[in-house]
Each structure stands twice: as structure tokens, then as C-alpha cells.
């Protein structure tokens, strides 16, 4: 089997399957891709393309039907259970539309949470959601409730709980979606520093043209396939933009 | 892009020679826009004309020793800018598209994939909206003229990403 060398995923041959006879639904029909550390993706395509379902698959909320998902060269295949649980706590970030922070926990008991269920020290754990809130700009909100904050800092607040264990890979669904515009940007700056600061590597399924924009590389799928993929090159500075002759 | 409205609407902050109206027009408000002194000075003229402006002869400030014209708007002046900023421009549909023009003639002409005509596209339209995006997120220190023109690209390629979508839903 195909495998890349140094890869943070590498997802082979990757087809998945919902129900049968009738009900039979080939969500996923063979998705190859690789994604380098420190490389920002993301996966666009209509509702029902398999997005949502790939980010599961990658993610091991979902085993594959055939095919396997690399993370950092381990196989999500012969993982059991249990290690597939610390896989998942350990070595991937989630972030969701909806955040997905615990109501009666404040900003820093949210943070924190995966490295205390991990079994981390409860001191060293507070320090490092505190360095993780510190990187999404969210340090003075800490003894903050959810239900304090706005929608943009909930999500930051989320952002920080997925990195603070140092994941390999960040995996993001639609996190603009109950956002306002505005708020939306600064969540995708922060995720885009994320990348370019931290070398954190990030696969994003969006269905908002603005936010796949920000990626490195933009996947395409249609009908369980990867239909078109691109690289986007880097780009110039506001002025030089500003200043070119459209005409 | 009214040349003649732009600098009715400079010299509204005060008196200014052509040099400095060319300048102003470029450099923030017509951030594209190329302006040779000619064009403004035969503006400048047909205001003057139209009893918008007048000018004062200011001796000796050109840097050369040489005479220069100081413009000023007239009370006339301040009326037709006011005006003009009160309606509403006119809301042009801005149909004249050459992508378009590619995807209509590609459906007639044999051997020529109009889905394939829109998947370039989409991939020309997406590196710009990562240049627009990119530039956005890294400008924190941008003027709020030049962070409203960002936003005008990144939503307006953002609309036209939207329409490549339809046109390959409608063209399956």
C-alpha cells in the first residue's frame, strides 16, 4: 500500500458506506490525500458530497468501509478501540460549528479538559490551557462561563481546547457557521496563524468560499470522489493588490 | 468613476492645486484609478466653466519660483456635490461578462466542455479570493478605505464563485 513518507494524513483508497440494499449510500467512493505537516486544507463540496463523513472517517468517529487513514504514520485500522480513544484525545484537535464547550465549565475548565480526562496533572494542565487561551487572544476570559461569551469567543475558546494537547492534525467542520461575518474572519485568522505561526496542520470542511480561500490547498468533492483539487499560492499585500490595474 | 464628482469632493476639504488633487485621487480614493494632470486640469476647467470652482493665483509656490492655481470650491459647488451625494447612484447590473461569453459558446461549439470552462475559472476565481483573503487577514493595520475595497473584492468574487456553482448545477 501507497504510503507518504512524513506525511501528518495520509487517507488511502478511502470508500465508506451507510446501510444496504435500498438504503445503501456510498458516501465516500475512494478518496486518496495527503496532507503535509503544517499544511492548511480544505474540503469543499455541496451537502451530500461526503465531506462531513470524511472529516468523521479521518477523524475515527467512523471506521472506514475499505481503505485506511495515516495519522502521523499510524493506521487507523489497526488501532482497537481503546487506542483509537487515545488517538483521538491525544494526537487530533476537533472543532465544530456549534463549539461543543461544556456549559458549567469556565473558558479554562473547558481548555483543559482533554488533558485532565488524559490524566495530566491538574496544575500543569490549568498552565497549559492557560498558554492555549493565550494563543487565540483569550487569556483574560478565562474564568469566564460559555454562556458569558460571545459566539466568535466560544469558538476561539473551542479552538484553544483542540490544540492544547498539541494535536498532529486539527480538524475543522464549517467553524464560521454560526457566526457573523465579521466575528467569522477573525476565527479564520486565528486558524490561518495557527498554520503559519504554529505549524499546525489543519483540514477544514467548509461549504463558505470565503473561508476554504484561506487553505494552502483546496480539495473538491463531489459524489464521494475528489473532483478538482488546487494549490493556492501565496499571496501579495494589500497595497500591491490595491494599487493593480484592473482595467 | 466620476472624475468630475471626486475632485468636487476633495476640494471640499479645502483649496488645492492640481497636483495635489491628482495625488489625493490616486493615492485613496481611486485606488486604481490613473489620472494624468491633463485630465485634471481640463476638469478643473469645465467646473470653473460650470461655476463650480475658482481658482486664485498663488505667486511663486510651484518649487520653480513660478505662479500656481489654488482651486476652491464656489457655493454652486458645494450644491452639486451635495446633490449628487444625496441620490443614489445608478445600479448598474454589470452583465457584460466574458465568462459568460465562454460558457454559452462553449455549449455550441463541438468539442468544448462548458463544465470544463467553468472549472478553470472557478480555480482563477479561488486564487484570487486566497490573494483577497490572505491580504485581509494580514492588513490589521489597513486603512478602513483600503479594508472596505478588500471587502468589496473578497465578497464580490465570492458572488461570482456562487454563480459558477449555479452554472454547474444548471449545465449537469
Redesign the interface.
Known amino acids: 500500500m501507497r504510503q507518504a513518507k512524513g506525511a501528518a494524513v495520509d487517507v488511502v483508497g478511502l470508500t465508506k458506506v451507510f446501510g444496504e440494499g435500498e438504503t445503501r449510500v456510498e458516501a465516500l467512493r475512494g478518496i486518496d490525500m495527503t496532507i503535509a505537516p503544517g499544511e492548511f486544507v480544505a474540503v469543499m463540496g455541496a451537502s451530500g458530497s461526503g465531506k462531513s463523513t470524511l472529516l468523521h472517517v479521518i477523524g475515527g468517529l467512523e471506521p472506514p468501509t475499505d481503505g485506511d487513514v495515516r495519522i502521523d504514520g499510524r493506521s487507523l485500522r489497526e488501532l482497537n478501540d481503546d487506542e483509537l480513544t487515545v488517538l483521538r484525545r491525544r494526537r487530533i484537535g476537533f472543532v465544530f460549528q456549534a463549539f461543543n464547550l461544556l456549559q458549567v465549565l469556565t473558558a479554562a475548565e473547558n481548555v483543559a479538559l482533554p488533558l485532565v480526562i488524559d490524566g495530566v496533572a491538574e496544575s500543569e494542565a490549568h498552565a497549559r490551557a492557560r498558554a492555549a487561551l493565550d494563543r487565540v487572544a483569550l487569556a483574560d476570559r478565562s474564568a469566564h462561563l460559555p454562556g458569558e461569551l460571545s459566539g466568535g469567543e466560544q469558538q476561539r475558546v473551542a479552538i484553544a481546547r483542540a490544540v492544547v494537547t498539541n494535536p498532529v492534525l486539527l480538524l475543522v467542520d464549517e467553524p464560521t457557521g454560526n457566526l457573523d461575518s465579521r466575528t467569522g474572519e477573525k476565527v479564520m485568522a486565528l486558524l490561518r496563524s495557527l498554520a503559519d505561526d504554529h505549524g499546525q496542520t489543519v483540514l477544514m470542511v467548509t461549504h463558505d468560499a470565503g473561508d476554504a480561500a484561506m487553505a494552502d490547498r483546496l480539495a473538491r468533492l463531489r459524489d464521494g470522489v475528489v473532483a478538482d483539487e488546487q494549490s493556492l499560492p501565496a499571496g501579495r499585500d494589500a497595497h500591491e493588490l490595491l494599487g493593480e490595474d484592473l482595467s | 468613476m466620476s472624475v468630475r464628482q471626486a475632485l468636487l469632493g476633495l476640494l471640499a476639504g479645502g483649496a488645492r492645486h492640481g497636483y495635489e488633487l491628482r495625488a489625493a485621487y490616486e493615492g485613496r480614493l481611486v485606488?486604481?484609478g490613473?489620472l494624468n494632470i491633463g485630465q485634471v486640469y481640463t476638469t478643473l476647467e469645465r467646473l470653473e466653466r460650470d461655476g463650480l470652482v475658482q481658482h486664485e493665483r498663488v505667486v511663486g509656490t510651484d518649487g520653480h519660483g513660478r505662479d500656481r492655481k489654488v482651486y476652491a470650491l464656489t457655493p454652486e459647488g458645494h450644491a452639486e456635490l451635495h446633490t449628487w451625494l444625496a441620490e443614489p447612484s445608478p445600479v448598474r447590473l454589470d452583465l457584460r461578462n466574458e465568462v459568460f461569453l465562454k460558457i454559452v459558446l462553449a455549449r455550441r461549439i463541438e468539442g468544448v466542455d462548458a463544465r470544463g470552462v467553468v472549472?478553470r475559472e472557478?480555480?482563477a476565481a479561488?486564487?484570487r479570493?486566497?490573494?483577497?483573503?490572505?491580504?485581509?487577514?494580514?492588513?490589521e493595520d489597513?486603512s478602513l478605505e483600503?479594508d472596505l475595497?478588500?471587502d468589496l473584492?473578497?465578497l464580490r468574487?465570492?458572488a461570482f464563485?456562487?454563480w459558477l456553482?449555479h452554472c454547474e448545477e444548471k449545465l449537469s
Do not use: C, G, N
Open positions: 485606488p486604481q490613473r472549472d472557478r480555480r479561488f486564487e479570493l486566497h490573494e483577497v483573503t490572505q491580504a485581509r487577514a494580514r492588513a489597513a483600503d475595497l478588500l473584492a473578497a468574487l465570492q464563485l456562487k456553482d
